[in-house]
C-alpha cells in the first residue's frame, strides 16, 4: 500500500521534472513578450512533489549497531544503550533515512549467571532511532552473525538471550559451578523492523539519487561519510574498537 | 484446480485426525503442536517445561502477583497478552524474575527449569528457543484447572479453536507446493 503511495509520488516527481523541462526550453526559443505571458503558468516546478512526505511501512526492516557494550554481568534491566542505523532507508531510490541515525535501545531484561549452574539471562529491544527530530519507533530486534558474544544461544523476536549452562550441578558440588554470562560487544549488528508507519521529507532529490544507487552495499567504513542525522561521531572509534 | 482441492480436502481430513489428540490432553511430541497465530494487537509467549529434574514440583507462573497458570513438568501453555514489557516471575524457595517484551503478532517462547535448592528446587525461568520446544519429546498442554485466575492462557477449548484455522492455512500451503 504504502510502496504504491511512494511509486505513485515518484511517478508525479518525474511527471513534474518532464513538464518543467519542455518549458524551460521552448522560453528559450520564443520571444520575450511571449516568455512574459507563458511565465507563470509554465515555471513552477513541482517542489511539492519533490518535497512531499514518504510514508515508511509499518514493520519495514533495518540494520542497526549497538553502540554499547553489553551483558548479562555487566547491564541492568531497564538500562538504556546507543544504537545506530547502520544502512539508510532507501525506497523507491530515495534515501529517505541516511545511515548514522542514533537512537536509543532498552535492556528488557538482565540477569547475571548464579550458582547451580543457572546462566545468564539478556533480553534486549531496540527502541527508536531519531530522525529529523522526531522518534522513529522500532520492535523485533534480532542480533545478526555471530554477535551474540562469546556465550550464545539463541534470539528471539526481541533478543533474548540465555546464555550456555554449564552442565546440570550433582549434588552440592553444584552450588559452586556458574553458567556462562552473556557478553555483547560495541559493535554488534542487529535487525528491528518499524513499529509503526513513518512519514518523512525525503532530503532532496539529489540526495535521494546519491544515497539509491548502493544503499545496501556501503562499506562499514563509509558510515560516518553518510552521517547527517545524528552528532559526535564517537561511536564510530568505539564499534571499530569493539569489533576488533 | 480440482487436484488442489483435492489435496487441500485430504491434507485437512489427515490434519483433523492428526491434529485431535495434540489438541486433547495426550502428550505428543513438540514438533506435532499447533501454535495458533497471535491476533492483531496481541502477542504471545509460550511457556514450556522441560522434563527433568524437580519433576514433582510445580512451576506457577505469575504476572502482577496473579497465577497466569501452574506449569507441570513436561507441560507447556501459551499466554496471549498485550505488546509491551512484561514481568513474569516463579517462586518456591527463592523467587525469579524473567521480563520478555512482547510484540504485536510474534509468539516469543520461555522456559521454567527446576535448579536445586537447600531444601527444595527453585524454579528458573529463563528465555528459550522455538527449536528448545519443538525438540521435546513429549509434551502437554496444562489442564484448564491449573490456569488463571489472571487472563491470558489459552484453554484447551482455544487453543483447539485457534489452531483450527492455522492448521488448515499451513495445509493449504502445503498444498499449493505439492500442487506444483
Not at chain 1, 548502493?214 to 571499530?240: H, I, N, Y
Not at chain 2, 505428543?28 to 517445561?49: H, K, L, M, N, Y
Request: charged residues 25%; hydrophobic residues 45%.
Amino acid at each position: 500500500m504504502n510502496m504504491r503511495v511512494v511509486g505513485l509520488r515518484a511517478v508525479v516527481m518525474a511527471a513534474g521534472v518532464c513538464l518543467a523541462t519542455p518549458s524551460f526550453a521552448q522560453t528559450s526559443d520564443e520571444d520575450a513578450a511571449a516568455e512574459a505571458v507563458e511565465t507563470p503558468t509554465a515555471i513552477p516546478i513541482d517542489t511539492s512533489a519533490v518535497t512531499d512526505p514518504v510514508t515508511i511501512a509499518k514493520l519495514t526492516p533495518v540494520v542497526i549497531e549497538i553502540l554499547d557494550p553489553l551483558g548479562s554481568k555487566l547491564s541492568n534491566s531497564l538500562d538504556t544503550y546507543r544504537i545506530r542505523l547502520v544502512e539508510p532507508i532507501v525506497i523507491e531510490g530515495m534515501e529517505l533515512v541516511p545511515a548514522g541515525a542514533e537512537g536509543m535501545g532498552e535492556v528488557v531484561h538482565a540477569k547475571k549467571a548464579g550458582g547451580m549452574g543457572a546462566a545468564g539471562e539478556l533480553v534486549l529491544a531496540a527502541r527508536y532511532l531519531t530522525v529529523d527530530g522526531r522518534q522513529l519507533r522500532l520492535r523485533s530486534m534480532e542480533l545478526l552473525e555471530d554477535a551474540e558474544g562469546k556465550d550464545r544461544m539463541g534470539t528471539v523476536h526481541t533478543l533474548n538471550i540465555a546464555s550456555a549452562a554449564a552442565p546440570i550441578p550433582i549434588g552440592l558440588l553444584g552450588y559452586f559451578i556458574g553458567g556462562g554470562n552473556i557478553e555483547i560487544p560495541a559493535g554488534a549488528r542487529a535487525s528491528a523492523k518499524l513499529a509503526a508507519p513513518f512519514a518523512i521529507t525525503p532530503v532532496s532529490s539529489t540526495a535521494a539519487k546519491a544515497g539509491g544507487e548502493e544503499p545496501a552495499s556501503r562499506p562499514q567504513g563509509d558510515m560516518a561519510e553518510t552521517t547527517t542525522l545524528t552528532g559526535p561521531e564517537g561511536g564510530t572509534d568505539e564499534t571499530e574498537e569493539g569489533l576488533q | 484446480m480440482k487436484i488442489r482441492n483435492v489435496l487441500v480436502a485430504s491434507l485437512l481430513v489427515a490434519t483433523a485426525a492428526a491434529a485431535t489428540p495434540a489438541m486433547a490432553d495426550d502428550k505428543v511430541a513438540g514438533s506435532e503442536v499447533v501454535i495458533p497465530d497471535a491476533p492483531e494487537g496481541t502477542g504471545q509467549i509460550v511457556f514450556f517445561r522441560p522434563g527433568g529434574a524437580g519433576f514433582a514440583m510445580g512451576c506457577s507462573v505469575n504476572e502482577n502477583g496473579e497465577k497466569i497458570s501452574s506449569l507441570g513438568s513436561g507441560r507447556y501453555f501459551v499466554l496471549r497478552t498485550t505488546p509491551g514489557r512484561h514481568e513474569f516471575s516463579v517462586k518456591s524457595e527463592a523467587k525469579d524474575v524473567l521480563a520478555l517484551e512482547v510484540e504485536e503478532g510474534e509468539t516469543q517462547f520461555a522456559k521454567c527449569k527446576i535448579k536445586m535448592g537447600i531444601l527444595m528446587g527453585r524454579p528458573d525461568l529463563a528465555p528459550a528457543k522455538e527449536d528448545e520446544f519443538r525438540k521435546m519429546n513429549k509434551v502437554q498442554l496444562v489442564d484448564a484447572d491449573d490456569m488463571g485466575p489472571a487472563p491470558g492462557a489459552l484453554r484447551p477449548e482455544e487453543m483447539m479453536a485457534a489452531a483450527v484455522p492455522a492448521a488448515e492455512a499451513e495445509m493449504e500451503v502445503e498444498a499449493d507446493a505439492a500442487a506444483e
